[in-house]
């Protein structure tokens, strides 16, 4: 018999369903390789030990899909489930669109934050690993919630759980007694589903597991650390991420993933050195934002001094792309005079140089316009820019403190994407189906709150960042570049809708 909601598909999708409910087992040759890692995510699930639950899940998720001849998705495992109206969500799988296809299974309970138990767990990564073979391997046109697709699921499960086979019962069954999984989408997941994301890190090829290492990192609970650590960590690294505020809820968030959290201010070399003693690589990055351009110097560089001072064996340097080019930008001015003590001080070290991040248009400065329907830009509308997302910044710096010694003492620009204003609308426009209209804003409001941000615009418009896309992406494959529209569609236009109490910070 087949759930209600078949009556509701179209004759083709229902030709679909009934070539998944004839289904009923999968086998996935050499199994027996995956036991330990499933004894091991019961082992780090028992300890609530982030990075290990996640390194189990890749090396579980990888194993079943190779076995079976498909590619692994990009794995995320996230902290805290998100709650529904009625349920809260377990995991989820967002098939290719234009990136890679994902899957994210959440490790904590929404109410308690309790880590999830074994089986649920388990089953719930195994159920989204299942609706990417449906379209992989099966070669099904859409993944339905079918009886067959729950035999597959437990005949998936009894493969790599054997002693549950010998156990009454099955409750850890992502269907349960009381009906449908918890899943996303319950009549299916077609190969046309748009993507969403939420924050996301490696790629389907990436998740064989490189050599573990110890990472700390600066900005952790900031955008770019932030993006870092929690790739680090999806990658099966040690993370130590410093801050000034261990009590705070990024801090929390990190720690939750499986980040040591420790308190350091990056004026204070001893606090850091003391973070950083142990650690194979340091990512480290200061800001203007807070206390200025000679705090950020003084910051800077005595991070770079607790690098040297640690045995640091790779210094990985945070910067701005053209920081190197003498460009009159006090904040990116800054960043040359840091990069030069960086140089000095025979630390490994390797400086990257992201542009624009593609993020500034949904942040304070843009996004009350963009609630009123126009990108404003201080720039012609002829005039490209080159954007980033954060996300490929994350996992550029992971491509490069993964091969220390092919970047070593190098410095790197990056960028993903360029483009006009004009062309930024359009796009925005398409994706977040709201009208949205570039206009060329004045620099003057900006000149009044920040000279700094000015003098940037205005050579955005006269100089402009000079990264060679097409070579990055084509010399870097792995990192799974984002351009404007892939990350457009992965973001989440509904703050649109809402007013929002954001004002502009310089
Ligand atoms: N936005 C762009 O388009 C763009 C492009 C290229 C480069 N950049 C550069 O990126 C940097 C900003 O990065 P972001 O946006 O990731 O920063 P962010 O989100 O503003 O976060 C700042 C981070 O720095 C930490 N921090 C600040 N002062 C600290 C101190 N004294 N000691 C220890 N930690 C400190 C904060 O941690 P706690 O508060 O937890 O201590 C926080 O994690 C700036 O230098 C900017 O010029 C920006």
Redesign the pocket.
């Known amino acids: 018999m087949p759930f209600a909601y078949y009556q509701r598909l179209s004759r083709r999708a229902q030709a679909v369903y009934r070539r998944s409910d004839a289904i009923t087992s999968v086998a996935v040759p050499g199994v027996a390789a995956l036991h330990p890692h499933v004894a091991a995510l019961r082992a780090a699930l028992d300890a609530g030990d982030g990075a290990a639950i996640a390194r189990a899940s890749f090396a579980i998720c990888a194993g079943v899909c190779r076995a079976l001849g498909a590619a692994p998705p990009r794995l995320e495992i996230h902290a805290v489930r998100p709650r529904g109206a009625t349920h809260e969500l377990h995991g989820l799988y967002a098939p290719a669109v234009d990136g890679p296809p994902v899957i994210r299974v959440w490790m904590r309970t929404a109410r308690h934050a309790r880590v999830v138990a074994f089986r649920t767990f388990l089953r719930t990564l195994l159920h989204e690993v299942l609706h990417h073979l449906d379209l992989e391997v099966l070669g099904l046109e859409a993944s339905f919630h079918t009886e067959g697709f729950f035999k597959r699921e437990s005949s998936l499960f009894h493969q790599l759980v054997p002693e549950a086979t010998r156990e009454a019962g099955d409750p850890g069954s992502t269907r349960g007694a009381a009906g449908p999984p918890r899943t996303r989408d319950l009549r299916g997941t077609r190969r046309a589903a748009p993507a969403t994301a939420i924050g996301s890190v490696g790629s389907g090829k990436e998740v064989a597991m490189p050599k573990p290492i110890t990472v700390a990192v600066?900005?952790?609970?900031?955008?770019?650390?932030g993006a870092v650590a929690r790739l680090l960590l999806q990658r099966g690294h040690a993370v130590r991420a410093?801050?000034?505020?261990p009590g705070?809820a990024?801090?929390a968030e990190l720690r939750a993933l499986g980040a040591d959290v420790r308190q350091?201010?990056?004026?204070d070399v001893e606090a850091v050195r003391r973070a950083l003693a142990g650690a194979d690589a340091f990512f480290a990055?200061?800001?203007?934002?807070?206390a200025g351009v000679d705090a950020?110097i003084r910051?800077g560089r005595r991070a770079a001094d607790a690098a040297r001072e640690a045995g640091v064996k790779h210094l990985v340097y945070s910067s701005?792309a053209s920081a190197d080019q003498e460009t009159g930008i006090p904040?990116f001015d800054s960043k040359a005079e840091i990069e030069a003590h960086v140089r000095e001080l025979g630390v490994p070290y390797t400086i990257v140089g992201?542009?624009?991040?593609m993020e500034?248009l949904i942040g304070p400065w843009f996004v009350a316009e963009l609630r009123a329907g126009t990108l404003a830009l201080p720039l012609p509308p002829s005039r490209p820019l080159q954007m980033i997302a954060v996300e490929d910044i994350a996992r550029f710096v992971g491509v490069v403190l993964e091969r220390p010694d092919e970047f070593r003492d190098r410095r790197v620009d990056i960028a993903s994407d360029s483009l006009t204003g004009p062309e930024m609308a359009r796009i925005l426009a398409e994706v977040s189906g709201r009208d949205v209209d570039f206009v060329q804003a004045s620099l003057d409001p900006v000149r009044r709150r920040s000279t700094d941000l000015a003098r940037m615009w205005e050579w955005f418009d006269q100089v402009g960042y000079g990264v060679d896309v097409e070579r990055l992406v084509r010399t870097y494959p792995e990192v799974g570049w984002h351009d404007f529209r892939h990350w457009a569609r992965e973001q989440d236009w509904s703050i649109l809708d809402v007013a929002g109490p954001e004002q502009p910070t310089a």
Request: negative net charge; glycine residues 12%.
């Open positions: 600066a900005g952790g609970t900031g955008t770019q650390g410093l801050t000034r505020r705070s990024a801090a350091a201010d990056l004026d990055m200061a800001t203007p934002y807070e950020e910051q701005v904040h992201p542009v624009f991040f500034n």
